[in-house]
């Protein structure tokens, strides 16, 4: 009885030990050392589960037809991140000018050893020394003109930039006097903004796009553009858009 009981239990501990092995070889992501890659990062711009167009027709938050002439935002300091929360990538001087009229480019970002990437980390907006710094000496995207207020050196870049027309008559049209125009530079530091969105790839050379998406009807909750049309710097609109923007950012 005694060897019995013993067998058992031999057993009983092959197999708890195969199903842990069997559970760790499923999170494996050794690549064996392996070459290093070269990353870039994109946002795909939708409304909805359809692809965003920047010449298309939606609505606000409040249900107005609304048209964007522009929406951009900056994103900075990225990385990536594995399974375990450690860090496998950074990219901290790193400066994405995302743009909705470009709605799947893609921006490089720099290389990294070979890992597993399962979140890609960044901030919407820049750091305080950055958004203070002089953009007429400074390179592609943070030297466009229109991304920074010139005009206030104090408020910096904008981090959130969206301007448009609203049509206020809903005659389906947006050329008359009762339509307007919208404005949302969003902008000082107090409205930098940290985000993330989860991605599963290995990575072993090559070339990785660690990819995204913006959701534009999420980015347009609860904003009345024909009521609050203009909102520029650090207010409640626009601390609301940069709310909405980080949510509006997921897995894609």
């Known amino acids: 009885m005694s060897n019995f009981r013993i067998s058992l239990w031999a057993l009983a501990s092959l197999s708890l030990a195969a199903c ?12 064996g050392g392996g070459s290093a890659a070269t990353v870039h990062a994109r946002l795909d ?10 010449n298309g027709i939606y609505s606000d938050g409040m249900g107005h037809a609304i048209q964007f002439t522009t929406l951009k935002f900056y994103a900075s300091d990225f ?14 001087d790193k400066v994405v000018l995302f743009d909705g009229a470009t ?13 597993h990437i399962h979140e890609v980390h960044f901030n919407l907006g820049l750091d305080s020394t950055v958004n203070h710094a002089d953009p007429t000496t400074a390179a592609y995207p943070l030297n466009i003109p229109g991304m920074h207020w010139s ?3 104090a408020a910096g870049y904008k981090f959130l930039n969206m301007e448009g027309h609203v ?8 050329d008359d006097a009762a339509d307007l125009t919208f404005t949302y530079h969003c902008a000082t530091d107090a409205l930098l903004s940290e985000d993330h969105f ?12 660690v990819t995204g998406k913006l959701d534009v009807a999420v980015l347009l909750m609860g904003l009345d553009l024909l ?9 409640p609109n626009n601390v609301q858009a940069m709310s909405n923007l980080v949510t509006a950012i997921t897995e894609l």
């Open 20 to 31: 842990k092995k069997e559970k760790e070889e499923e999170h494996d992501h050794d690549t």
């Open 167 to 174: 049509d206020g008559n809903g005659d389906g049209d947006f």
């Open 79 to 92: 990385h990536m991140e594995d399974d375990g929360g450690a860090t496998v990538a950074e990219f901290h």
């Open 103 to 115: 709605p799947t480019a893609s921006f490089e970002l720099g290389t990294m050893n070979a890992g």
């Open 227 to 235: 009521t609050n049309s203009v909102a520029m710097g650090g207010g």
């Open 45 to 54: 711009f939708m409304h909805g589960a359809n692809a965003f167009d920047i």
């Open 198 to 209: 989860h991605f599963h790839q290995d990575v072993n050379g090559g070339a990785v796009t």
């Open 151 to 153: 005009w206030n050196p």
